[in-house]
């Protein structure tokens, strides 16, 4: 069966440091892969999402980059993190091509920028 | 692109009473629609979906019915029970986007009071 790894659970940075998120999806070959970012009590932002390796699309310009080094890899990135970042970070995969998209969420990051 | 509307933002009902759910879409070639859960703190998953060449669909206390020529499509929750409480977000897939990428409603906070 198919798992989704985030890590780390939460996390606690200042100002002006930089930020790694990694996702890691086992048990499926070539998912789409999907960031989202979720404000205290506020909807799903979707901030970048990737078909295959080393494919992004952004969804939001903002501070942050991703990048898909591996099939199964998904990282989140920022070199200067602002208060704004602060929030609950979602991976999420789904089946490529498929007749659906039913989407599948990793357990999250809850970042906090201080 | 595809545009989700979503209604009420908040919900709140007395246990035993049916809840309700409305989603609108922009996108006519939408061809998927489900429905996630998210209970505070968690990950958002999946509870239902219809397809487009489905008119209604149950599990058990939940259903999902879908008006494609109004664009619309509703979750219905019978006999509601305290731990149905939580936000629950609609998506509809459209068949014209990159990676068949959903694009979610901003989400309802259902509260059902004992």
């Known amino acids: 069966s198919q798992t989704i790894h985030q890590w780390p659970a939460t996390l606690v940075q200042p100002v002006g440091s930089p930020l790694s998120l990694e996702c890691t999806v086992e048990g499926t070959s070539n998912p789409n892969l999907y960031w989202y970012r979720q404000a205290a009590g506020r909807g799903l932002q979707l901030l970048f999402y990737s078909v295959g390796i080393g494919q992004i699309s952004s969804e939001v310009p903002q501070n942050l980059s991703a990048s898909r080094p591996q099939d199964r890899q998904f990282i989140l990135s920022s070199k200067k993190l602002l208060l704004s970042d602060s929030g609950f970070y979602l991976c999420?995969?789904?089946?490529?091509?498929?007749?659906?998209?039913?989407?599948?969420f990793g357990p999250g990051t809850r970042l906090t920028v201080l | 692109g595809e545009n989700v509307e979503q209604h009420p933002s908040t919900l709140s009902v007395q246990e035993g009473d049916s809840a309700v759910i409305k989603c609108t879409y922009s996108?006519?070639?939408?061809?998927?629609f489900p429905w996630y859960k998210q209970e505070l703190g968690k990950r958002p998953q999946l509870i239902i979906d219809?397809?487009?060449?489905?008119g209604e669909k149950k599990d058990q206390r939940i259903a999902v019915t879908l008006n494609k020529t109004a664009k619309h499509f509703s979750l219905h929750i019978t006999e509601t029970q305290p731990e149905d409480s939580a936000v629950y977000f609609c998506a509809a897939r459209g068949l014209n986007t990159n990676a068949g990428k959903s694009t979610f409603g901003d989400g309802t906070t259902l509260t059902v009071k004992p």
């Open positions: 999420a995969w789904s089946v490529t091509g498929g007749a659906t998209d039913t989407q599948y």
């Open positions: 996108d006519s070639a939408s061809n998927y």
């Open positions: 219809i397809r487009s060449n489905v």
